[in-house]
């Protein structure tokens, strides 16, 4: 189950902690153990920290993944506040409280933010997962691209005793008429192995996906550029070494490897914005390299939890992704040059690259003869390279761009009372360059000198918060952290048309910060878990998408501003294993569209969630467990200047169910995504580009996934 901790302390910059679950020893109060949450940089337990956290705990990730497959369709079926997502390889609009999350492997960002190619929330297999830990609202625990919050993914831990130990995973997927178009199907394994002071893990997973059908078994168009998660393969690998060097201080070697490639079985077929027909797909092979996701990444950490009496973390890592984009049926326009070929002629399509190389180092401790003060101190660094190339003729579209960032950072938590009052406080100092070389825009931007440049930033990030516990299990915080990102740089850079350009001063590509502040109260005491809180944030020059008529989005910078209103409630029913939930979330987001100081149009479907209403029953009794969840997407329309009331939200409902029975050869499930078969376009096509025929996308209808798993 989603174990939610609005809890209350510092956050933006704490320190980081071992790639692996740890347990805090058992609250009395609550009757559960208290996880520590390694996003946060910390092993202050969460109740210490000023932050609205989600932790998402191995069996609700399994159960969410055996209904949609994936981790960000889990993270967002759970969180009232997280978008719908597009069901699709890309992630472009998806966002968290209006702003979009930092997705991370044990604390490594997965993120590409100097070019976004949405696709940081597939980069491995959700089997060698975990938990999920969800940080609420913009900080820099985690350095750049925070602003919504973190997704922060933590992999499966060490084996703790000696010998060979393991799992395996089996599933099959059908749509609602068990066409052989839709069958799919997932094989997956991780085999452990400890001995003395050393241990390995190593898994595999393998994954087929057929097309995807709507609630009236039309097949669910494709989106041949951005990608789709539908008619393609998945592998994943995954390793992890571990060596215990001392009785505390351990070793740890992690590494994956994950690609999602399209089979480009299929091409697009248009449907009708003007009588509501989707957009739909048919059988043909479409031009070019069909569109794929490759992330690989490997860490080296040495942890020592009680080095000096405090806890020790540094953490060097790699991490490189490749994303293809697919070519369309139609040449695109923005490739077209004429000293290549004849417009209109030309076939090209994009790859983003980027490589981070980068280090992070803590160190914590109570303060000696007043231990009821704690105290942090760190360091971080990343260098990241990123380029967008069209890979037909080897053109630069987004130039190559380095990013560095030098980061120290401190922290206080003080306990007062005896824990009746915690204070928090802290810094982040972000020294940031942006570097790129001279360059030159395609045709289709007027083949603009851009002069290069190495733009600087430098910026000291705040945070703080209070907490009053007045009865165990009682709690109500409030908090500020700051955060920040850069906005999509290539986007800015590759859409320059104007001579004369300068990098150095080109002040679309300053970086973005905001703010989040937060009023929360908790209650956790016997069958209730229940929370609420109400943020709102800030940001000067924030990021805005704004689609072009090609079907191409464009970065504009204006002030926005967000708020909103996120209340959880779960209840443990007398019916023994039997928890009913809910959770809401109301957001509002806008914008200054004029430029005149002022606020006054509202955040569109490419940049902020509607409402939402999850209502939910759990229950888990001896060897059976059960699940029925219902998402209510509310209507919303989008009010200001320039607003088409075509783009109006007319919401849906969605309702999943599973089953699973533990036998003595392992467990049975069975999932069922959409039960009640309902027909609707997707969030993210009812609400942008009116007029495209090709965008018109509906949502999955019914789909059937059986699946066996055991341990040995």
């Known amino acids: 189950m989603i174990r939610k901790l609005l809890v209350a302390t510092l956050a933006s910059t704490a320190l980081?902690?071992?790639?692996?679950?740890?347990?805090?020893?058992?609250?009395?109060?609550?009757?559960?153990?208290?996880?520590?949450?390694?996003?946060?940089?910390?092993?202050?337990?969460?109740?210490?920290?000023?932050?609205?956290?989600?932790?998402?705990?191995?069996?609700?990730?399994?159960?969410?993944?055996?209904?949609?497959?994936?981790?960000?369709?889990?993270?967002?079926?759970?969180?009232?506040?997280?978008?719908?997502?597009?069901?699709?390889?890309?992630?472009?609009?998806?966002?968290?409280?209006?702003?979009?999350?930092?997705?991370?492997?044990?604390?490594?960002?997965?993120?590409?933010?100097?070019?976004?190619g949405s696709r940081d929330?597939?980069?491995?297999?959700?089997?060698?997962?975990?938990?999920?830990?969800?940080?609420?609202?913009?900080?820099?625990?985690?350095?750049?691209?925070?602003?919504?919050?973190?997704?922060?993914?933590?992999?499966?831990?060490?084996?703790?005793?000696?010998?060979v130990s393991g799992r395996t995973l089996v599933q099959g997927t059908a749509d609602n008429d068990f066409s052989k178009a839709g069958m799919g199907g997932k094989l997956a394994g991780l085999i452990q192995y400890k001995t003395g002071r050393f241990d390995a893990s190593v898994g595999a997973t393998y994954e087929l996906r057929g097309i995807f059908r709507d609630g009236e078994r039309r097949p669910v168009g494709i989106n041949l550029t951005q990608g789709e998660t539908m008619d393609s393969k998945t592998l994943s690998l995954f390793g992890r070494f571990g060596y215990e060097v001392t009785d505390t201080m351990r070793l740890d070697l992690i590494a994956s490897r994950f690609e999602l490639e399209g089979d480009g079985d299929y091409i697009v077929v248009a449907g009708s914005r003007a009588t509501g027909l989707p957009t739909s797909q048919r059988r043909g092979t479409p031009p070019g390299i069909p569109a794929t996701g490759r992330t690989e990444s490997v860490a080296l950490s040495l942890t020592d939890p009680d080095l000096g009496g405090g806890n020790f973390v540094s953490q060097i890592f790699?991490?490189?992704?490749?994303?293809?984009?697919?070519?369309?049926?139609?040449?695109?326009?923005?490739?077209?040059?004429?000293?290549?070929?004849?417009?209109?002629?030309?076939?090209?399509?994009?790859?983003?690259?980027?490589?981070?190389?980068g280090g992070k180092l803590s160190y914590e401790r109570e303060v000696p003869g007043f231990e009821a003060l704690t105290l942090i101190a760190g360091f971080d660094a990343l260098w990241d390279t990123t380029e967008q190339r069209l890979i037909a003729t080897d053109r630069a579209w987004v130039p190559p761009t380095d990013f560095r960032s030098l980061a120290p950072?401190?922290?206080?938590?003080?306990?007062?009372?005896?824990?009746?009052?915690?204070?928090?406080?802290?810094?982040?100092?972000?020294?940031?360059?942006?570097?790129?070389?001279?360059?030159?825009?395609?045709?289709?931007?007027?083949?603009?000198?851009?002069?290069?440049?190495?733009?600087?930033?430098?910026?000291?990030?705040?945070?703080?918060?209070?907490?009053?516990?007045?009865?165990?299990?009682?709690?109500?915080?409030?908090?500020?952290?700051?955060?920040?990102?850069?906005?999509?740089?290539?986007?800015?850079?590759?859409?320059?048309?104007?001579?004369?350009?300068?990098?150095?001063?080109?002040?679309?590509?300053?970086?973005?910060?905001?703010?989040?502040?937060?009023?929360?109260?908790?209650?956790?005491?016997?069958?209730?878990?229940?929370?609420?809180?109400?943020?709102w944030s800030s940001s000067t020059k924030g990021q805005l998408l704004i689609a072009r008529p090609d079907g191409i989005f464009d970065v504009v910078r204006q002030r926005v501003e967000i708020e909103g209103l996120e209340i959880n409630l779960a209840v443990k029913m007398p019916i023994d294993g039997l928890t009913l939930s809910a959770g809401y979330a109301h957001i509002v987001g806008r914008f200054d569209d004029d430029g005149d100081g002022v606020v006054e149009t509202d955040l569109d479907g490419a940049n902020i969630s509607p409402d939402r209403l999850n209502l939910a029953a759990s229950y888990v009794n001896g060897p059976l467990s059960a699940r029925v969840q219902t998402q209510f997407y509310l209507?919303?329309?989008?009010?200001?200047p320039n607003r088409d009331p075509r783009n109006d939200f007319g919401g849906y409902n969605l309702t999943d169910a599973i089953v699973r029975y533990q036998t003595g050869i392992g467990g049975i499930s069975l999932a069922v995504q959409n039960l009640l078969d309902k027909q609707y376009i997707s969030y993210a096509s009812d609400t942008q580009r009116p007029t495209d025929n090709f965008f018109n996308f509906a949502g999955r209808g019914r789909t059937f996934t059986l699946g066996w798993d055991a341990r040995f």
């Open 635 to 640: 209507s919303r329309s989008f009010e200001g």
């Open 318 to 357: 790699w991490n490189r992704s490749r994303d293809t984009f697919g070519g369309e049926p139609n040449p695109i326009a923005t490739f077209q040059d004429a000293s290549i070929a004849p417009v209109g002629t030309l076939f090209d399509q994009s790859q983003n690259r980027s490589r981070k190389i």
């Open 409 to 535: 950072f401190g922290q206080a938590n003080l306990k007062l009372f005896d824990g009746l009052v915690r204070l928090a406080g802290g810094a982040r100092y972000e020294n940031v360059k942006i570097t790129i070389d001279d360059y030159t825009t395609l045709a289709s931007s007027g083949s603009t000198f851009v002069a290069g440049g190495s733009p600087t930033f430098d910026d000291i990030l705040l945070n703080g918060g209070v907490i009053v516990e007045p009865i165990r299990g009682i709690r109500a915080y409030a908090s500020y952290a700051e955060g920040y990102t850069v906005p999509d740089v290539g986007r800015i850079t590759r859409a320059v048309r104007t001579p004369g350009v300068d990098i150095d001063d080109f002040l679309d590509i300053s970086p973005i910060i905001s703010n989040n502040r937060e009023l929360g109260f908790e209650v956790k005491r016997g069958p209730l878990d229940a929370s609420a809180s109400y943020f």
């Open 16 to 116: 980081s902690v071992p790639a692996f679950a740890q347990e805090a020893p058992d609250n009395a109060a609550t009757g559960e153990s208290t996880i520590i949450v390694t996003a946060a940089r910390t092993i202050l337990p969460p109740s210490a920290l000023p932050l609205t956290i989600d932790i998402i705990d191995k069996d609700a990730l399994d159960q969410q993944l055996a209904i949609s497959g994936s981790v960000t369709d889990a993270v967002a079926t759970l969180s009232p506040s997280f978008s719908p997502t597009r069901q699709k390889l890309s992630g472009a609009g998806e966002t968290l409280r209006g702003r979009s999350p930092l997705y991370a492997i044990n604390g490594i960002a997965q993120s590409t933010p100097l070019r976004d």
């Open 121 to 163: 929330g597939f980069t491995i297999d959700g089997f060698f997962v975990d938990r999920v830990e969800l940080i609420f609202g913009s900080n820099a625990l985690q350095g750049i691209g925070g602003t919504g919050g973190i997704v922060n993914q933590v992999t499966v831990g060490a084996p703790t005793e000696d010998g």
